[in-house]
C-alpha cells in the first residue's frame, strides 16, 4: 500500500516537472520550428528553408551590431575579471570596518531591477557631463558584471583549504606570489566560469544598453528590438535561435567549469 502512495507521488511529481518544462520551452521550440519557415511571415508555414541563417552573415547592420556586442562583452568581462576576483579575495580573507556594508552594496546589482540600473546609471552620466558612447555601455555592464564574478568566485574561495597559502607564506613566498602560484590557479575554474556568465549577461543585456548607448552604437538586442517594432520575421528567429544556442552552450560550459572545479577543492 506504502510503494502504491509512493509510485503516485512520484507520477504526479514527474507530470507536474514536465508541464513546467513544455511551458518554459515550448515557446523556444516554435520559435526555432519558423525560423526554417519559407514564407518572410511568421504566421503561415510555407516550406523548409536556410536561407534566412545565410541572410545573416550578409546583414551588415547585424554585423556591426554583433560587434558592437562582442566589443562590449569582451571589454567589460574582461575588467570585472580582474576587479571582480580582487574584490572576492578581499572579502574573503581580510577583515576591515564596515565590511558586510560593503559586501551587501557590492552584490547589489544582482537584485536591482535593470530598469532602475539603466535610470541611475543615465543620470549619473548626464550628472558628470560624459556623452554616450560604446564605452558608456562597457561601464555600465563593468557594474552588474562585476557582482556575479565577484559573486562565483566567493563561492569558490568557501569550498578552498586557507592554509595552503599560510604553508606557501611559511615557505618564503610574498603575498603577492602566494596569491599568484597558490590561490589564483584554485580560482581559476571560477573565474572562467563567472566570466562565461558575465559574458551571456552582457550579451543579451538589452535595458542598460538602450540607456546608455550613443548614436551609432547599437548592440544586438537593441538591434533585434528595432526591427520587431513592425512584426517578427523569420530572420530574427533566425538570429535569435542563434542567440539562444550561443547563450545555452556558454551557460553550460560556465556551470560544467564550476562543478568540475567544486569536485576537485573536495578531492583536495
Known amino acids: 500500500m506504502l510503494l502504491l502512495k509512493d509510485s503516485k507521488r512520484v507520477s504526479w511529481q514527474a507530470v507536474f516537472s514536465l508541464l513546467i518544462f513544455v511551458f518554459m520551452y515550448l515557446p523556444i521550440l516554435v520559435l526555432g520550428f519558423y525560423s526554417f519557415n519559407q514564407s518572410p511571415y511568421s504566421a503561415t508555414w510555407q516550406g523548409f528553408t536556410l536561407d534566412w ?54 552584490y547589489l546589482p544582482l537584485i536591482i531591477p535593470d530598469i532602475a540600473m539603466a535610470v541611475a546609471t543615465l543620470v549619473c552620466l548626464a550628472a558628470f557631463a560624459i ?15 562585476l557582482a556575479y564574478v565577484g559573486l562565483v568566485v566567493s563561492s569558490r574561495l568557501t569550498n578552498l ?21 597558490v590561490l589564483l590557479p584554485q580560482l581559476m575554474p571560477g ?20 540607456f ?25 528567429n533566425a538570429l535569435s535561435v542563434m542567440l539562444i544556442t550561443v547563450s545555452a552552450i556558454v551557460a553550460f560550459l560556465a556551470e560544467l567549469l564550476r562543478i568540475s572545479g567544486e569536485n576537485k577543492s573536495l578531492e583536495l
Open 161 to 181: 583549504d586557507p592554509h595552503l597559502e599560510e604553508a606557501a607564506l611559511d615557505l618564503g613566498a610574498t603575498p603577492t606570489q602566494a596569491f599568484i602560484k
Open 53 to 106: 541563417y545565410l541572410k545573416l552573415f550578409s546583414d551588415d547592420r547585424i554585423l556591426s551590431a554583433l560587434q558592437n556586442s562582442l566589443i562590449v562583452a569582451g571589454c567589460a568581462v574582461g575588467i570585472s575579471a580582474v576587479l571582480g576576483t580582487l574584490m572576492a579575495v578581499g572579502l574573503a580573507r581580510y577583515q576591515f570596518p564596515l565590511k558586510n556594508l560593503y559586501r551587501g552594496i557590492a
Open 191 to 210: 573565474i572562467i566560469a563567472g566570466c562565461l556568465l558575465a559574458f551571456v549577461l552582457s550579451l543579451d543585456d538589452f535595458l542598460i544598453a538602450s
Open 131 to 145: 556623452p554616450l558612447s560604446l564605452w558608456t555601455i562597457v561601464a555600465a555592464h563593468v557594474v552588474f558584471c
Open 212 to 236: 546608455t548607448a550613443g548614436s551609432g552604437s547599437n548592440t544586438l538586442p537593441m538591434e533585434i528590438f528595432s526591427r520587431i517594432r513592425t512584426g517578427v520575421k523569420p530572420d530574427i
